[in-house]
């Protein structure tokens, strides 16, 4: 049953239509419009006016309801911010765990509610600071990580049964995980209270941010396996982030960023039920991460979406029944492929649009980038700006106080309907890919190109639109000024810092027990070899001081290393 009946739609109808031909004609005769088309940063054409028209086929009941019950279009919980705000969570890495250790608690100082941990490419990528491919990588964008003396020093001081800890690090995810636990054992914490999110979405790598160790089969199979344990050991941290920030990053639409994101989402659904789990008792631990961009009402509407689909699908193609199972909870992160290096301040205006959309669109937990990342990691002044960011939306905009403000926007339901269709035709193509399977579907798509080919193709576009100017970028090909406006920027000593980096790993090789190591080591290729959960026994390594590179140099030897294939047909 829709939300207007037919009679009062024919009436809105006429009067519209006479609008149009009273009012609207004659002044645009005289003044016109800016221009002939009107787009979101996706490309997604918005109409001149929404009205119930657009929205007379909406079911509140079934499409709508109330927040905190399915499909949870309004929110996942009935009173969203006005029960507590969401994690304010800035993203801080770089240099040694000293400086990153130095740098958390500034921010715990400054107000921050969450912890959130950029490691450098070595650690990304699963090799130690002394390899050969890590020679002017180490600490340079994120924190080094080589043993469980890195994690030590890191978390020294921060208590983890008090904190919540989010992990952007993937086909090493097992090794930082078992990390982690290593450190609330050293802590006394139970591993039943520990808080907080690891990316570990190895699907979106292959798609779209190019992160890898081992193939993609072997690399679902690692990921479900974190996800195994921690439904049983760590219930209340989420073992995994279902990732569309990078997909957008990459290039893809808001459309696509959503589609692939869901579909990843749903394939990881699978390898664990295949893993022989209760949906009912993993699906609930499973969060999401998604991009916020400058298209305000697109991006709220795409959240409003994201709910939607996953409740709807989670039941209808996966049987989960209860609340907790069909709930999507998700991370934000504003927009760091809008950052501009041209007049950097500017990003403070485009940042607050992007974070309050994620406010708007209901995210659990925030992450506003610093205006001066374009240029560099972000000093402490720009972080400090980014975090007071969001404590104006939640302290002074009132954006908090409301749950879920943008509901009955003719616009804004018009633009979820449309997005959330949109994106349920890639995942049904995705799907036919595998027979009906999601997780053969995405696979598939891997080895042919074909999430590749569909973000480049955006990506061009969207290029073409800002060289033409179609696409207004303020400062960039619109309102450019002469003068420099570089602000002062942060700078890591990138000598000093791998020095240390190696002498400290050096002294904890040479103090462990390498027949300790060695067996750990073993223990870890004997259960990849005889398809056991491999956790367990990484957890066992990395309190033996073995190190990243060495642990997943294990699952290389098994497994060989991956090599895109692009451009198939």
């Not at 909406?58 to 969401?86: A, H, K, N, Q, S």
Request: negative net charge; charged residues 30%; contains cysteine.
């Amino acid at each position: 049953m829709g939300m207007y009946d037919e009679d009062d739609l024919a009436e809105i109808r006429t009067a519209r239509e006479e609008w149009a031909e009273e009012t609207l004609e004659p002044f645009l005769e005289r003044h016109g419009e800016r221009k002939d088309r009107f787009a979101t940063v996706s490309n997604l054409e918005v109409d001149r006016l929404y009205t119930p028209e657009d929205v007379g086929d909406i079911d509140y009941t079934e499409d709508l309801g109330f927040p905190g019950d399915p499909p949870f279009t309004r929110g996942v919980y009935p009173t969203m911010y006005r029960g507590r705000p969401w994690t304010m969570r800035q993203f801080a890495g770089f240099g040694t765990a000293e400086e990153t250790n130095e740098r958390f608690h500034y921010l715990i100082e400054e107000g921050q509610t969450g912890l959130s941990t950029a490691f450098d490419m070595p650690s990304l990528m699963g090799i130690d600071s002394d390899h050969s491919m890590s020679l002017g990588e180490v600490g340079k964008e994120g924190v080094a990580v080589d043993t469980l003396r890195d994690m030590e020093i890191l978390f020294d001081g921060i208590d983890l049964g008090e904190v919540s800890t989010s992990f952007t690090i993937n086909p090493s995810a097992p090794v930082i995980y078992a990390m982690y636990i290593a450190i609330a054992d050293q802590q006394g914490v139970p591993r039943e209270e520990i808080r907080g999110t690891l990316q570990n979405d190895m699907l979106k790598e292959f798609i779209a941010q190019k992160e890898w160790v081992v193939p993609p089969e072997p690399s679902v199979d690692a990921v479900t396996d974190v996800i195994e344990f921690s439904v049983e050991e760590t219930p209340k941290f989420n073992p995994i982030s279902i990732s569309g920030y990078h997909i957008r990053e990459a290039g893809s639409t808001a459309v696509q960023e959503l589609a692939f994101t869901l579909a990843d989402g749903f394939a990881y659904v699978e390898s664990c039920l295949d893993r022989g789990l209760d949906v009912e008792e993993f699906a609930p631990t499973l969060s999401f991460f998604f991009n916020s961009h400058n298209s305000i009402f697109e991006e709220v509407a795409k959240f409003r979406a994201a709910r939607r689909i996953w409740a709807r699908k989670l039941k209808e193609w996966y049987g989960a029944e209860s609340d907790a199972a069909r709930r999507l909870k998700f991370h934000t992160q504003t927009a760091g492929q809008s950052l501009t290096a041209q007049q950097p301040l500017n990003n403070v205006a485009r940042v607050t649009i992007q974070a309050l959309a994620g406010v708007l669109g209901g995210t659990q937990s925030l992450h506003t980038n610093s205006f001066d990342e374009a240029l560099a990691l972000p000093s402490e002044q720009a972080v400090r700006v980014a975090l007071r960011t969001q404590q104006v939306i939640a302290e002074e905009s009132g954006a908090a106080d409301i749950v879920d403000p943008m509901a009955g926007s003719f616009a804004v339901e018009a633009l979820t309907d449309e997005i959330e269709e949109r994106a349920l035709e890639y995942i049904e193509e995705i799907r036919a890919k595998g027979d009906g399977s999601i997780l053969e579907g995405a696979l598939d798509g891997i080895e042919q190109g074909y999430f590749h080919r569909e973000i480049q193709e955006s990506a061009y576009e969207y290029q073409e639109r800002v060289d033409e100017r179609e696409e207004v970028v303020v400062g960039v090909n619109k309102y450019t000024i002469e003068e420099d406006t570089r602000p002062d920027i942060l700078h890591v000593d990138e000598q000093e810092t791998r020095d240390r980096q190696l002498a400290r790993l050096e002294d904890v090789k040479a103090e462990r027990d390498d027949e300790a190591v060695d067996a750990a080591l073993e223990a870890v290729s004997s259960a990849i070899a005889n398809d056991e959960n491999t956790m367990p026994y990484i957890i066992d390594a990395v309190k033996a001081y073995a190190t990243m590179g060495e642990i997943m140099g294990v699952f290389e030897d098994h497994h060989g290393a991956y090599q895109e294939t692009v451009g198939v047909a």
